[in-house]
C-alpha cells in the first residue's frame, strides 16, 4: 500500500491505516485461544499482518488462510543472542509453518563492541536463506534503538541495507524503550528509498501512529489496533 505524500488525518483513511499495522501477539503468557482471536481482530480490521511468537505461526496461518493478512512471527526475540545457525533455523521452519514475513533482532553486543562485518554476515544469512526458501519473503531487523547510540543505529541501517533486508525496525516492545521520534528521522535518513522503516514499541494512539509514519515510518507494531482503528473511523466520520 502507498502512503499519501503528505501524511495527515485528513489524506489518510481507516484502511490506510490498517495497512500500516502489524497486530503484535507477543506476549510470553498469550494463550492459543487469545492468538485465535487477535487473529480474527486482523482479519475483521484488514491490518497488514499479525506478528505472533514463533510456536504459534502455524495456528495464525490455519487462522487467516482465507484471508489478505500476512503472517509474520519474531526471530531471536527479545535479545538477538542466538547463534547465526539457530536464526537461520527459526527463520526457514517459521517460513514452513505458513510465515512471510520475519523480524529478525540483530546481535547488539556485536554491533556495540563494533564487529560490524559479523552483523552484517549474521543478518545475510537470515536474509538469504528466508529469500531463497521464499523469494518474497519480507525480512525485518530489529535494532533496540534504546541500548544504541546514535552512530550505532546508522552503522545498523547501512549493514541492514547491503545485507539485503527489506526493513529496519527500532524495538521489540519489550526494552526499556520504543519507537522515538527522533530515532524514526535519523533511521530513514540514513536508508535508500528501496529500505522501509518499522516502528513498534509504546504506540498506542492513533495521534501518535500518524507521527510515527509523518516521521518516515511506514509499518507499525502495535498491540492497541482496534482503538486506533475505532478511533479513526470516529474521527472521519
Known sequence: MVLPAVITLETLTPEMVAQTIDHALL????????????????????????????????????????????????????HGNTPTKVKVFEALTAIEDGAVELDMVLNIGLLKSGQLSKVQEEISAVTAAAKTKLPLCCVKVIFECSLLTDEEKISAC???ERAGADYVKTSTGFGSGGATLDDLKLMRAHTSDSMHVKASGGIRTLDYLIECLQAGADRIGASATAAIIDEMRARKS
Open 158 to 160: 547501512q549493514l541492514c
Open 27 to 78: 506476549k510470553p503468557e498469550m494463550t492459543p485461544e487469545e492468538v485465535i482471536a487477535g487473529c480474527r481482530l486482523c482479519a475483521e480490521y484488514q491490518t497488514a499482518s499479525v506478528c505472533v511468537k514463533p510456536c504459534d505461526v502455524k495456528l495464525a496461518a490455519q487462522t487467516l488462510q482465507d484471508t489478505p493478512v500476512a503472517v509474520g512471527t519474531v526471530i531471536g526475540f527479545p
